[in-house]
Nanobody, 118 residues
Framework: VQLVESGGGLVQAGGSLRLSCAAS????????MAWYRQAPGKQRELVAV???????NYADSVKGRFTISRDNAKNAVYLQMNSLKPEDTAVYFC?????????????WGQGTQVTVSS
């Protein structure tokens, strides 16, 4: 499975961005998809996750501002980010999990930079 993110960029505080992640390859077995982020000098953290049956979880820091969605027909996951804050500045990564014969594997995209100016 290959993951390619897009949609990052520079935005002023209070603005919005929409990230996209397109999956290719053996996408049939993709189960869960998620967005992570990593700010300079910090550990990578989970931002939002969407499970195969549609349930969703968000990090407390983004609840009410970010929305994760997925289009299974297009093998894509999206992250709509509103009311952006400077502390949202990070490299955002897409992650997917597959489960085959009881074995789970995970895949990462290369990341896309999001910079929020104050």
């Amino acid at each position: 499975v290959q993951l390619v993110e897009s949609g990052g960029g520079l935005v002023q505080a209070g603005g919005s961005l929409r990230l996209s992640c397109a999956a290719s390859g053996n996408t049939f077995n993709i189960n869960t998809m998620a967005w992570y982020r990593q700010a300079p000098g910090k550990q990578r953290e989970l931002v939002a996750v969407i499970y195969n049956r549609g349930s969703i979880n968000y990090a407390d820091s983004v609840k009410g501002r970010f929305t994760i969605s997925r289009d299974n027909a297009k093998n894509a996951v999206y992250l709509q980010m509103n009311s952006l804050k400077p502390e949202d500045t990070a490299v955002y990564f897409c992650k997917a999990w597959t489960v085959v014969a009881g074995t789970a594997l995970d895949y990462w995209g290369q990341g896309t930079q999001v910079t929020v100016s104050s």
